[in-house]
């Protein structure tokens, strides 16, 4: 019986979605004085993660005839597509001195990764800035 490609889990597909809930709860936890720092680092912390291993972005993992790489769903800024390859290709891409470049040009290639590359930096920022005494106020 053929599929129609939809995620038919409990949440129906909405499970990858989960840090965008973390972000708005950040968000919220910035805005609510009442939040102490450990909430804001766990949230910093959740949003990072989501962003580096979950977050449907593009492979963008270096294709033989194409100049914008392989253009296929990824889970995640650091892991590429469903081919093997192209994961050990993107690891490669942060070891190697020569193509970091190329990493970091790929986090902003198109709209989606520009967004999951500027919430991965801003939760970062946060759980910095949380973890510095004086900057929350609680």
Known sequence: MATSGAKSGRFGGLDRWWGVLAGAL?????????????????????????????????????????????????SGLLLGCHIHQHRWQKLKMLILRRQVRAFCSGLFSDGKAAIVTLAGVGSFISGLAALVPGVVVT
């Open 26 to 74: 950040l968000i919220a936890a910035w805005i609510n004085s009442a939040a102490g720092p450990a909430v804001v680092i766990t949230l910093s912390a959740a949003v990072l993660l989501w962003c580096f291993f979950q977050a449907p972005v593009t492979c963008g993992a270096p294709v033989r005839g194409r100049v914008d790489g392989c253009r296929n769903n990824a």
